[in-house]
Nanobody, 118 residues
């Protein structure tokens, strides 16, 4: 069974930074496009950033220029560096694979809470 373990969240003031980490206990990690998702209270989960095994990254418009996704394939870990945080970035952040059906097989981790408040 695949385990996804997210960490690095916390309380930060607007304009602050956090670095999230997610480790996946999966074989052939490099075979998966990995993504960071977030879910705020009362809202649907949204994909905010993704990265291929070759480190090609994509971002939702609302985080472009502020967030950077990266991965360490040797450690089965994906990161999300979040700078210039805004209150609207507050959510529970999760990682998962993007390929169709994979998230359904893997399930979701516990996520990591990001709170942006002064």
């Amino acid at each position: 069974q695949v385990q996804l373990v997210e960490s690095g969240g916390g309380l930060v003031q607007p304009g602050g930074s956090l670095r999230l980490s997610c480790t996946a206990s999966v074989s052939f990690f490099t075979g998966y496009v990995m993504g960071w998702y977030r879910q705020a209270p009362g809202k649907q989960r949204e994909l905010v950033a993704s990265i291929t095994s070759g480190a090609t990254a994509t971002y939702v418009d609302s985080v472009k220029g502020r967030f950077t996704i990266s991965r360490d394939n040797a450690k089965n870990t994906v990161y999300l560096q979040m700078n210039s945080l805004k209150p609207e970035d507050a959510a529970v952040y999760y990682c998962n694979a993007l390929q169709a059906g994979v998230a359904g097989r893997w399930g979701w981790g516990q996520g990591t809470q990001v709170t942006v408040s002064s």
